[in-house]
């Protein structure tokens, strides 16, 4: 073979090599008490800027608490272990298996009672086999260190006095954590303590600057470096003595709708000269904008589209893909999640069953006040919408048999269904508080969602819904 061809073939190669190890496969398996029977979920974040989640593996929990989850992974990632409403966090290394013991599941009334949104509950796997085990520990015993230091300090957290408590705290965990080799940790022990800098004022915003982000790569997949680099940037530009402040966004976003002229105007700022640097803070920057009265919605959904498809870097392409779904996933015209739920009859219905038709979607259990008070309403205005309006209630009880008695006792006449502890489709619907409702126009896309309760105004809303040309 000769050299020109081996040279080309050695370049080929190195080209090559980025695709070749840019996934490895992750064990996670264990026992889960109290779980049997039960699917668990694992979770990691598509980028942790918009913090949207992805599902990578499923299984059931056997009948002996056993369960073992694949995914593919490039890079070291915080990730979620969901069991039900149960939730837990850990971080996953390529290549590696973790083997986890989780306690303390239980499932009964008391804990189906609780607004899981609003008060999460939570367990921490602990990790058997110790050659996998360094990363998660190290995480584990910093947060209680960390979270420890903060309620002793709470008072104190804005005055001068709290300095020198983290001078020493800092040190502390430096020395406590001396041994711990991981790179992932190294970083984010780094970052825990540039956020308690930033949370106390103990550096000032600039030092902060140059100390943790200027002049150094963006660390996409370190969680405590982003929650870092999200905090800092989140009010960045409403300083209006900085070169680029609010005021500089009017015309190239509000205005001109334009990526380019946003990107270029924020080049004035010499701390974003780099222009990785730049988008990313762009990103975490539109994401703020979004609640700010002074910039035009639709403008920064225009741009976040710009930067989906014309960025030169894949991550944020990625990123500005999830903040647009996370901003319109649910917004009038976008697909409503379809699902395929068994009747109170033993019937299977999907939602696709109803296509042409309005569809009155709502979620409810049988224990919830309101829940029910909402569904007497329905009861009241049925008859005035049956014949145009398809009505699907989705009881979020844990036991099929639940609905099954209930609706035997209360005698509905409108499709009752149950969820079946499928929470991929509570959280596909933005659920967080029960009663839930939702209008889906004839073609299966969103009409209102989520949409007035039957005591407010969902009667003038469904007309609205039926008249919509």
């Known amino acids: 073979m000769s050299a020109i061809k081996i040279k080309n073939l050695s370049l080929l190669l190195l080209l090559l090599m980025p695709c070749l190890v840019y996934s490895q496969n992750v064990t996670v398996k264990g026992i889960a008490k109290g779980g049997e029977g039960k699917v668990v979920r694992l979770k990691t974040y598509s980028d942790l800027i918009s913090m949207r989640e992805q599902l990578v593996a499923t299984a059931v929990i056997d009948s002996n608490g056993l369960f073992e989850l694949h995914a593919k992974i490039s890079n070291t990632v915080i990730a979620t272990l969901y069991i039900d409403y149960y ?6 290394e390529p290549g590696k298996t973790l083997e986890l013991k989780i306690n303390n599941l239980v499932f ?36 209680i260190q960390y979270n420890l230091f903060l309620r002793k300090n709470m ?26 080799k991981n790179e992932y940790f190294s970083d984010y022990l780094t970052y825990r303590l540039a956020t308690l800098e930033l949370l106390t004022h103990r550096t000032d915003n600039e030092t902060l600057m140059m100390r943790y982000v200027f002049g150094k790569p963006v660390q996409y997949d370190n969680i405590e470096y982003m929650t870092f680099f999200n905090q800092y940037f989140e009010s960045y530009f409403a300083d209006l003595t900085r070169p680029v402040n609010y005021a500089t966004f009017d015309r190239p976003l509000n205005r001109q709708k334009s990526f380019a002229a946003v990107l270029d105007s924020m080049g004035k700022d010499t ?8 988008e990313a803070v762009l990103l975490r920057s539109l994401s703020s904008f979004m609640g700010m009265s002074q910039f035009n919605r639709s403008a920064i959904l225009e741009v976040l589209k710009q930067i989906s498809v014309q960025s030169k870097f894949e991550r944020h392409r990625n990123a500005a893909a999830n903040l647009l779904w996370t901003f319109t996933h649910l917004a009038q015209g976008s697909p409503a999640p379809s699902f395929n739920l068994k009747s109170n009859e033993d019937k299977m219905i999907q939602l696709a069953d109803f296509r042409g038709r309005i569809v009155l979607l709502n979620f409810f259990t049988t224990w919830n006040t309101s829940a029910l008070e909402e569904l007497e309403v329905m009861r009241s205005i049925y008859p005035k919408f049956s014949d145009k309006v398809v009505f699907v209630s989705i009881c979020c009880d844990r036991e099929f048999m639940k609905l099954f008695y209930f609706v035997k006792d209360n005698k509905y006449e409108w499709n009752m269904v149950h969820l079946n502890n499928d929470y991929d489709l ?27 309760m039957p005591s407010e105004n969902l009667e003038m809303v469904l007309n609205a819904a039926l008249n919509k040309k």
Not at 87 to 92: F, I, Q, S, T
């Open 87 to 92: 939730a837990g966090e850990l971080y996953l």
């Open 426 to 452: 509570l959280e596909s619907y933005g659920v967080q508080t029960l009663p839930y409702f939702a209008i889906i126009n004839k073609d299966g896309t969103f009409y209102k969602c989520p949409a007035p």
């Open 108 to 143: 009964n009334d008391k804990t189906d009672m609780v607004n899981h949104n609003l008060d999460p509950l939570n367990f921490t796997p602990e990790i058997l086999n110790a050659g996998s085990s360094e990363l998660n520990n190290s995480i584990h015993k910093l947060n």
């Open 271 to 278: 701390l974003l000269r780099n222009e990785i640097l730049r």
């Open 155 to 180: 008072t104190i957290l804005n005055s001068r006095a709290v300095q020198t408590k983290v001078d020493s705290f800092a040190v502390s965990m430096k020395d406590t954590f001396a041994l711990v």
